[in-house]
């Protein structure tokens, strides 16, 4: 019986949890992809910072390259490019979600081609080639758009799963 009233308890404040999260994303996605950026700029940054100063403090005891100490010094570099090109970084991910849609297009193709060589059903694989390339072209002439609205629907639907979540957690009978 306690174990149902600690589901509920759970699953309601969970819910809460996503709830808020959809509301934020949804409404503010333009402010919530700077506030990510900037998480992943400091996290990089003090990454960066930690392997870099654990290198100049660390025992000797075998010589290292110079990629030691390189690698943290790139890391800090790009925590502090992040922190200051806040647009730049929201396009990229753009870019790299258009990167993806192509590889999917191509796959997609050879697959569509492989198909038809064997005489099988390949407009499916063919379509779904057209969207991905569609998709990957629509998001490099606007990723900076295209992953506002990808941080939109994710809030809808975290609003959604919150909703429901709650709903599930307060009709939960117990047993």
Same mark, same amino acid.
């Given at each position: 019986m306690d174990i149902i009233k600690k589901l509920k308890s759970f699953g309601i404040v969970f819910g809460i949890i996503a709830l808020v999260l959809g509301i934020i994303l949804t409404f503010k996605p333009v402010q919530t992809g700077i506030v990510l950026n900037t998480a992943v700029g400091v996290g990089v940054l003090?990454?960066?910072a930690v392997k870099l100063i654990q290198e100049l403090l660390g025992r000797k005891e075998f010589e290292r390259s110079m990629l030691y100490?390189?690698?943290p010094a790139l890391m800090v570099i790009l925590g502090i490019y992040i922190l200051i090109n806040?647009? !730049?970084?929201?396009?990229t991910v753009g870019m790299i #979600?258009?990167?993806?849609?192509?590889?999917l297009a191509a796959d997609r193709f050879a697959t569509a081609r492989s198909r038809r060589k064997n005489n099988l059903a390949y407009k499916g694989a063919f379509i779904e080639g057209i969207i991905h390339l569609l998709c990957g072209i629509f998001m490099c002439y606007n990723a900076i758009s295209v992953t506002i609205a990808i941080t939109?629907?994710?809030g809808i639907y975290l609003i959604l !799963?919150?909703?429901?979540?709650?709903?599930?957690? #307060?009709y939960l009978k117990d047993l």
């Open positions: 003090i990454m960066g100490m390189i690698l806040q647009e !730049v970084t929201m396009f #979600i258009a990167m993806l849609a192509f590889i939109i629907a994710t !799963v919150g909703i429901m979540i709650i709903v599930s957690s #307060i």
